[in-house]
Structure formats: C-alpha cells, structure tokens
C-alpha cells in the first residue's frame, strides 16, 4: 500500500481562530504550506480558501479511494514491522500517513491513470479495525510476557477505533503512477503514486454517511467519479475545515460524448481532461490524433496482430502509414506505470508483416515497412521509441510533444519530424 506515506494533522479548532486573525491580519501567514490564508468563499466546486494576495486557482482533479487494512495474523504484523523499519522501529502502515513530514519522499498504491493534481482519500477498513482487535486480545493471552507486542496492537487497535470504517485522510498526488516491480514491502501493488500534501480529517466521514455516493468494494482502489468525489467532499466539509488542495479541485472524469474529428483537439487536448481506460485514450485522442497526421487517401489500421519468422508476436493498437512507411503505434495511459514498455513495442518493430483485427480491412495481411521507431501516446503526450529500446529526442516524463500540444501539429510538420527517425 505504500512506499513511504504522510500526515498533518492540525487542531479545528485552532484553524478557525486562525483565519479569523487573518481576516483582519494580511501579513501573516497560516501554518498550512500552501499559499497564506485570508477568508474563505463558496462556489460551484466547494469551499476555496483565498490567499492574502490572489486566489488560490481551480484545478481540475480525478480521484479514488484507496482501501488500508491490517494483517491477519501476529506473523503479518511482524512482516509489516519489518518492512517499515525504514521508518522507524514498531512503524505501522498508517503511521506513514499520521507521522508525515513534507520532506517524506512518500508514494501510494494508485491507479495507472492518477496522476499530478489528482486526489487520493483514505479509507480505513472494517475488516482491518476487526483484525487488529483481535490480535491485541490473542496476544494478551498467549503471549503475556511479550510487551513490545502487546504495546503495538494496543496502538493499531486504538488507530482501528478512530478510524476503522471511515474515509479519515486524502492526499494530493504530485506525480504520475509509477511501475516499481516486485513490491519491496509486504503489499501486492506494484503501482505507486508519489504523495504532495496529506491531510488527516479531524472528523472522519463514516461509511455509512458517504453510502449514497459509493460502495468500497473487495478491491484496494475505488474510482471516485464527479457526482461522488463532489459528494464525498461536501460531507467532509461540514465537519472539517479543507485544505486547500482539496477544496479547490475541480472533480471532473471527463465527457467524450460529443467529440468529433472536428472539436477532439478542444476537449482531449485539454490540459484538465483526464482519461480511465486506455479505450478512452484510444478512442478520443489516438484515433483523433492519427487521423489528422495519417498519409492523405490512407487508412488508420486498428488491432493489428504482428508476424515475425511466421510467428506471431503480439497485438498493436494501430499502424498508421507516414510518409508512405507504415508505423506502429500503442496507446498507454502512462508509460510510467509500465513494466517494461521498450520491451512491450520490441514486439511490433522489425516484423514481417501485421494484419489488422478490426475496421474496415480486418484479416487483410500487410508486409511492414521495418521502420526504426514506434510511436506511443500516453496522458502526457507523444514518445518515440527506437528498435533499440530507447527514447528519441525524449524521455520519461518528458514527451516529445505534449497532449496539449497533439491538436496544433500541423501534418507537414509532424510528418517531416518522424520521418528522420526511419
């Protein structure tokens, strides 16, 4: 569940006399990290905390929630003891989180397509809170002797009370969801979102109070739409004064329902537009995107099985012909949470020939051009990478053209540039 995680946790009452001093005191500035604080104002997208000298700007946001538990078993404890111990002796999971310092360098398990500017809330688990109480019994009575361990469950069985059940923090994400391979500590996830600012609630929402927004199900992540992520905050909100990274977000999924080959550029592009699924990508941005850089007369071939030596060697999403060269093409929400991207487009470069498995050509077989270079389009934007298994003219985090930018390439220009790589 982490890689290191965050906590700040600050009196309500102490916030409100605060900002009533600074109502009337410009100079001073709050506790909070972020920008100073004055008074605060509502509008459409929830309570927004003004600075002394601007307003803090609306950011678009996507969200979920991330579920913690609590092992099963003393062996368990003693596992996530000992993977923690990084942090400090008897750490627990949750400690990252109440324990959190700004220059913790803290990441989450998240979803592919959280990324910066997004929310992640916490939510303690029933079942945790269940389990850690419990231990703290099964420990009194087979193993009396044992204080530390006593002592430990006595501490994740008082955090279970405050927060089992209960959406009790949420943090800011500051960076894309990362692929780090085989978890280092005692959790499955191998996706993690490095962690901006924490904030511990000092009322927690109860399960049964955010009920008509969602369920938390068996998985880790919950995805929080717009309606829900609105909602949840609107609870929050009538207990707990909010930081400014939450109460400034503007919860939006996106709608693709009206995009055409006509306006795509206009939402996809859209430095706040988020996409889910890949098939959203694909759908509104690459497809958008290939039609507008394609050879003129030629056809963007969707799903196409690659062959080399006769054997297959996996499924791209789209060869799209430049320069009268066929070039492979994938869609990926980031590639950073890829395992192995340059592996993964080895496969549909320096092959014999492909056959698309959808669209109007479906089944017809094409010998490929054995072009040097496959392009990849993620959230971020446009990556080239070569037969070699390297980036060209750019890098991880740093696209060779932005999303933003995807709409105002002009097709010269974009076919000019890729051709060089051939």
């Known amino acids: 569940m982490i890689r290191n995680p965050t906590s700040y946790r600050r009196s309500l009452r102490a916030q409100l006399q ?5 109502y009337f005191a410009d100079d001073q500035a709050s506790s909070y990290s972020g920008s100073p604080l004055r008074h605060t104002v509502e509008l459409d997208e929830g309570k927004v905390i003004m600075g002394t000298k601007s307003c803090v700007e609306t950011r678009w946001a996507q969200s979920c929630i ?17 993977s923690n111990s990084d942090r400090g002796e008897n750490f627990l999971d949750l400690d990252y989180l109440l324990r959190f310092t700004p220059d913790d360098d803290t990441s989450w398990t998240a979803p592919k397509w959280l990324t ?26 087979l193993y009396p002797e044992e204080r ?5 469950l006595e501490h994740a069985a008082g955090q279970a009370e405050m ?23 005692h959790f499955d996830g191998r996706l993690f979102a490095p962690l901006g600012e924490v904030q511990i609630f000092e009322t927690p929402l109860s399960s049964e109070r955010f009920a008509d927004y969602v369920k938390i199900g068996q998985n880790t992540i919950t995805p929080v739409y717009t309606r829900e992520a609105k909602g949840i905050r609107t609870l929050l909100a009538e207990d707990n004064l909010l930081t400014p990274f939450l109460s400034t977000a503007a919860f939006g999924d996106g709608t693709f329902r009206n995009v055409d080959k006509d306006n795509w550029a206009e939402i996809s592009c859209l430095s706040a537009t988020r996409f889910i699924h890949e098939a959203q990508l694909r759908s509104y941005l690459l497809d958008h995107f290939l039609g507008a850089i394609k050879d003129k007369g030629s056809t963007v071939l969707e799903e196409c099985q690659c062959y080399r030596n006769g054997e297959s060697t996996g499924i791209v999403d789209n060869f799209v012909k430049i320069s009268g060269l066929w070039v492979p093409c994938e869609a990926k929400l980031s590639i950073l949470s890829e395992k192995d991207i340059f592996g993964q487009v080895a496969k549909y470069m320096n092959i014999d020939s492909f056959v698309p498995t959808k669209g109007a050509r479906r089944a017809e077989r094409f010998t490929s051009s054995r072009t040097n270079c496959c392009l990849v389009v993620d959230q971020a934007g446009l990556y080239v990478i070569s037969t070699k298994g390297v980036f060209i003219d750019c890098e991880y985090k740093k696209p060779m053209w932005k999303r933003e930018q995807l709409g105002l ?4 220009e974009f076919q000019d540039r890729i051709a060089t790589y051939f």
């Open 148 to 152: 530390g361990l006593t002592a430990i």
């Open 66 to 82: 991330t579920s913690i538990g609590f092992p099963n078993s003393i062996d368990g404890v003693f596992e996530m003891l000992n």
């Open 409 to 412: 390439i002009a097709r010269s």
């Open 18 to 22: 605060l900002i009533k001093r600074l």
């Open 163 to 185: 927060y089992s059940g209960t959406i009790f923090g949420c943090a800011s994400v500051s960076g894309s969801t990362e692929y780090f391979g085989p978890p280092e500590k």
């Open 116 to 141: 910066e500017g997004d929310i992640l809330f916490f939510y303690h688990t029933k079942r945790g809170g269940l389990n850690a109480q419990k231990l703290r019994k099964l420990a009194k009575r």
